[in-house]
């Protein structure tokens, strides 16, 4: 079942533990709330194009907002990821910003998409060489996890020099593009922060599922 589906089953308790809790949830509900941002602002009329997008209008039965795509989807969205992953108003703004600046026309949507999937590649593999251990020992408590990441992605942003020559180049590719896509170091942090929380949270399911078979 994908996630949007699972979004009607939360009249329940155990229907609310099954939905939340997941990289596929959020990285999926982040990208609707792009594509509503390209919507809106390039004046987009065929849903065909936004994939996510159109997933999440069907599924939730979303109005089109006077008569202009993207209006209520971008509403809908912000206030599911603000509600259940507590993000903040700042860090839409944010997005509403960087698409702004990168998507002049409809034959941007695919490059830009192409530059964020670089900037997640290179942001997580390097994450995930600088703090392997620091995240598992880090889970046992949130506010442990978020500071160790603040940290992080702080050295990762301004530390100039690095031991290994391939994170340091790893490193100063993040910056570029967090540079060109006009990511604050705060925002890459809250972004970083649920999606390896979510992760682990996946990873717990999994070992819970695998137990009880």
């Known amino acids: 079942m994908n996630f949007i589906s699972k979004l009607f089953k939360k009249n329940t308790p155990e229907a609310e533990d099954q939905t939340k809790g997941s990289v596929e949830e959020f990285v999926s509900l982040i990208r609707v709330y792009y594509q ?6 390039l004046g987009i009329t065929n849903l065909n194009m936004l994939a996510d997008m159109a997933l999440f209008k069907r599924m939730l039965k979303i109005p089109t907002q006077n008569n202009k795509l993207g209006v209520a989807e971008k509403s809908r969205v912000r206030k599911v990821l603000m509600e259940d992953y507590g993000l903040s108003e700042a860090f839409f703004k944010e997005i509403d910003s960087s698409v702004k600046k990168n998507c002049k026309n409809q034959n941007d949507i695919k490059t830009y998409f192409f530059m964020f999937q670089g900037f997640c590649n290179d942001l997580f593999n390097l994450l995930g ?48 593009y967090a540079e060109r896509l006009g990511y604050s170091e705060q925002w890459i942090t809250d972004f970083v922060y649920n999606v390896v929380l979510m992760a682990k949270e996946d990873q717990k399911k999994e070992l819970k599922k695998n137990k009880e078979s």
Do not use: C, G, P
């Open 36 to 41: 509503a941002v390209m919507a809106v602002n």
């Open 129 to 176: 060489n600088l703090m392997q251990w620091k995240f598992r020992f880090s889970m046992l408590v949130k506010k442990l996890l978020y500071n160790m990441t603040t940290k992080t992605v702080h050295e990762i942003l301004t530390k100039s020099e690095w031991k290994d020559i391939s994170v340091q180049k790893a490193a100063w590719s993040v910056r570029k």
